[in-house]
């Protein structure tokens, strides 16, 4: 990730907030070239459920545009900082997961997650 694209992210999900917000990124090897904002359909505040022609929309743009899909991202504006059992259950892409969760100071955080089988582990967000 480079800073800006860590900073689109967070925009996103604070512009959002106190719902969860969600989206896509794009790339190739494991580096991200394009993040892809999707409204979430949910409307909550504990859960996201991408809007499904938007989801297909950024499906599409990553195959016409040479990419791969390499990671989705989410916020979970009330807690934890990391993955909860909704998205262990609905993880349906073996793809990194960003969380993105408001530290003690407010400031937004992100930690990486590979999550597999019913677990997870967490990955590092390298950021430059």
Not at 2 to 27: F, N, R, S, W, Y
Not at 40 to 51: H, I, K, L, P, T
């Amino acid at each position: 990730l480079t800073k800006d694209q860590l900073q689109q992210m967070i925009t996103h999900v604070d512009l959002h907030a106190p719902l969860e917000a969600c989206g896509l990124l794009a790339g190739l090897n494991a580096k991200v070239e394009t993040v892809l904002e999707v409204t979430n359909q949910a409307q909550s505040a504990v859960r996201f459920v991408m809007d499904p022609i938007e989801q297909l929309k950024a499906f599409e743009w990553i195959d016409s545009n040479g990419q791969e899909l390499i990671g989705i991202f989410h916020s979970h504006p009330t807690g934890p900082e990391t993955v909860s059992p909704t998205d262990i259950a609905q993880a349906a892409y073996a793809v990194v997961h960003v969380i993105l969760a408001p530290t003690e100071n407010g400031a937004w955080h992100a930690r990486g997650f590979w999550i597999n089988s019913g677990a997870y582990d967490e990955v590092t967000l390298q950021v430059s």
